[in-house]
């Protein structure tokens, strides 16, 4: 009788022990929330689900994530959606807020730097993960910072044919970024800084005639049914994303196996959303043409006046920076970015379309210095 008894016991211990065991296990399975603001046919959307697919395979299926794009919170919106937990990660736009990201948004002030997304990515990237008064930016919004992917090239579209430094004169050009705006302001137009999400609605309204934005956007945005003219000029690239935009709260509730996995995942998510953006935006231009859109050549007064227009902005933007926001040492930190543009412009000439040597680049050079026990855990 003893015996039976004590086998029971034995039983019963077991049994509370395994329960215990299942509930910590399930303490610890994890379903992130991701959103990204635009409609889920956009490129960023179809580029970002990489995360919600790749996170459970990454994480030994302890962490899931369902992605809301276009249905939660906007572009603008996500910023206090991260910081506040109504979502654990969501792209973040910081450029629509350089006071609020000050120092992190150098790296957009300097926009026009940019001949390739991939190139930038890696740059972007790597500055901002490194800079102390960077990270802290997006701290203060309760964020962990996790890399910035570069869309393609901006080129201008608009309502009317643009190919010559006359034609801009008058133009309301919707730039989403100060670089941006100075160059249009710089040759007669006015600028707006218009939302992703307003771009389609300010165009029909007449608010702006033109838009500043990678090729893709004929499409994504739906503009080829008003913009019918693309401007086929480089005007740098977008740098002021943060890809995966991490609340701190949710990150620091994680193990460190379950962050070992998401820094693996965004590493490579950051390089697939910008060779997805790439080819798309390859695809955009015969898409739009079949819509009946029109590339123009620029007439070579405005590619000579924007190129001197260029070279003269990027030298003021260490004072802007220092006037505008209180940057210290702003000469220093533009020559480290520059230093920076021109060893990714080096590392990815050959590249091409090689999204897991890219990948591999971007974790060698960025993401393997993070340590999963310490980042962002103050």
């Not at 500043?212 to 977008?238: C, F, R, W």
């Not at 709260?249 to 996995?261: F, H, K, P, S, V």
């Amino acid at each position: 009788m003893k015996s039976v008894k004590r086998n029971v016991l034995m039983l019963v211990s077991a049994t509370a022990m395994l329960a215990g065991s299942l509930g910590f296990a399930a303490a610890d399975n994890k379903e992130l929330r991701i959103n990204v603001g635009l409609p889920p046919t956009h490129s960023w959307a179809r580029a970002y689900s990489f995360a919600e697919q790749e996170l459970p395979k990454a994480s030994g299926n302890t962490l899931t994530a369902k992605m809301f794009a276009g249905s939660l919170l906007n572009l603008k919106e996500t910023v206090t959606g991260v910081r506040d937990g109504v979502v654990d990660m969501g792209l973040v736009i910081t450029g629509y807020f350089p006071a609020e990201f000050r120092e992190a948004s150098l790296v957009n002030e300097l926009a026009m730097l940019g001949e390739s997304g991939i190139a930038m990515t890696g740059a972007a990237s790597e500055y901002l993960m490194t800079c102390e008064e960077c990270v802290a930016d997006f701290g203060k919004f309760n964020q962990i910072y996790l890399g910035t992917a570069v869309v393609p090239v901006i080129k201008l579209m608009t309502t009317k044919p643009v190919k010559s430094v006359a034609d801009l004169k008058g133009m309301k050009i919707r730039t989403g970024a100060s670089a941006y705006s100075r160059w249009a302001e710089h040759f007669g137009a006015s600028s707006s800084t218009l939302s992703a999400n307003e771009v389609y609605e300010g165009m029909s309204q007449g608010v702006i005639n033109g838009n500043m934005h990678p090729q893709t956007e004929i499409i994504n945005l739906s503009l080829y049914t008003i913009a019918k003219y693309v401007t086929d000029m480089p005007i740098g690239t977008y740098n002021g994303t943060s890809t995966y935009s991490f609340n701190a709260d949710a990150w620091r509730d994680l193990t460190n196996e379950q962050r070992a996995a998401v820094i693996d995942v965004v590493a490579r998510g950051n390089a697939h959303v910008a060779m997805e953006y790439q080819k798309d935006a390859d695809r955009a231009k015969g898409e739009a043409e079949a819509k009946g859109v029109t590339w123009l050549t620029p007439d070579a007064d405005l590619v000579e006046a924007t190129k001197a227009f260029i070279a003269e902005d990027i030298g003021k933007v260490a004072g802007l920076a220092t006037a505008s926001y209180g940057v210290q040492n702003a000469e220093a930190k533009v020559e480290r970015f520059k230093e920076l543009v021109v060893k990714w412009n080096g590392l990815t000439k050959d590249l091409g379309t090689d999204e897991a040597a890219f990948a591999a680049l971007l974790k060698k050079e960025v993401f393997d210095r993070l340590d999963p026990a310490t980042y962002g855990m103050k």
